[in-house]
């Protein structure tokens, strides 16, 4: 387990080889075995292999090219609308369309997830999420045809890796962990802990791509802008607006 | 791995055993492991042990014992803060003040707690989620400290079994799984798939104990009642918008 763990890699190409179907049975057990509030399973899974509509998710999730590559594309979404039916049908009348239960869908939905992805990097496949599932969230739903009080969450690339990416860094574990409370950092803190992103190769060669002066900048000036952020953030909040959550 | 997923329960009966400061850390470790939007890692993880402290975070989580009685809580926390530290000490401004930026970190933070959680599983521990995170995060950034751009999400108790209970029901896999797109539900899906949850001894005895006809009335009118989730929505939302996420 702990090795599944500590050998992830977001794997960016993929071979066209199928995943068996008693594979992706089990990776989708897996994800429902997750931990759920109340053990409602407020989630559900789009399993997608038809090459039209993984070319129409590929659109969607900016062009990147592991979305038409990988045999199975995993859409996670939160979803109330089965519990609804479920409701009414039992002559009880579901409290749930606010944002409340909207966050609790969304957590169901992120636990089968990494359960998903750990299910299958286990099995020797490669994964890889895509975040771009909460940018455009309103053409997944006309896509896949989600009903009111279903959004998409996150995306699932799944499929035999193509290459053999190196790990990842992270920040220093100390980095994400406080003992005990909430412990703010100094400046010196920042450096400390920024030390060894700052200093890797492929920083040094992205700073001078870019021809910008720091990482940071980077990040806040070209991959996650303030302006696409604020656009991004408009649409997904009318998405949870429209699909039933914000009453 | 899969005999770690597959074995989960919520463990709701801690002793008071401590858990290894090597294993804590490994735990940690795994979080840190997780897939994470751009490779920011923007989430904190809060590590609690002290018994006061404990004792608050209780009295926050509805008086569940398990808080008390475990000796590690782990808070997870959606969290710009540190980034947005690193991008003004590096010469960036930081565009991440906005509902996306928060799901993001949102993302990040369970992606994270989910490893946690399976490695501290596969390690022989038990966990439970406490989904009262959410409903009183405004508390849980008082009694931990929790600065502008750091929410909580969800919250982990680990420690050492007092019980064993057996394996949750799950509705059968096919009940979350939908085939390429979406496939809503006749009444004649929900009757099949509700069946095994609706025919446990266990739901016989709630509903007798309740005085009400069905196991959905238990769910809308006992545990997550209309009133409720609409009073935690707004409380939740304000918390977003009071830690700079809503701008």
């Known amino acids: 387990m702990l090795d599944t763990i500590f050998n992830h890699r977001s794997i960016r190409n ?13 990776i989708l057990r897996a994800g429902s075995r997750a931990s759920t509030t109340g053990n409602m399973q407020v989630y559900s899974i789009i399993v997608t292999s038809d090459t039209l509509l993984k070319e129409k ?57 990494q359960n998903c992805a750990l299910a299958a990097e286990d099995a020797g496949l490669g994964i890889c999420y895509l975040g771009t599932t909460t940018y455009n969230a309103d053409k997944i739903i006309d896509v896949l045809e989600l009903p009111e009080f279903v959004v998409p969450v996150t995306t699932l690339v799944i499929g035999y890796a193509a290459d053999d990416p190196g790990l990842t860094d992270r920040l220093p574990v100390e980095a994400v962990v406080h003992p005990e409370k909430y412990k703010n950092y100094s400046a010196a803190d920042i450096d400390r802990l920024y030390l060894e992103k700052e200093s890797m190769e492929q920083t040094a060669s992205l700073l001078e791509i870019n021809k910008l002066e ?6 806040a000036q070209k991959r996650y802008t303030k302006k696409d952020n604020e656009f991004f953030s408009g649409k997904y909040l009318e998405v949870i607006r429209r699909q039933g959550f914000m009453k």
Chains 1, 2 share one sequence.
């Not at 720091?214 to 990040?219: H, M, S, Y």
């Open 57 to 113: 998710l590929w659109e969607i999730h900016f062009r990147q090219n592991m979305v038409k590559q990988a045999p199975v594309i995993l859409t996670f979404c939160a979803d109330f609308n089965r519990f609804n039916i479920w409701c009414r049908q039992r002559k009880a009348e579901p409290g749930y369309d606010n944002f409340l239960s909207f966050i609790t869908a969304f957590i169901d939905a992120l636990l089968a997830a």
């Open 214 to 219: 720091t990482l940071a900048q980077i990040f």
């Open 14 to 26: 993929y071979k066209s080889d199928p995943i068996a179907e008693s594979l992706l049975d089990d």
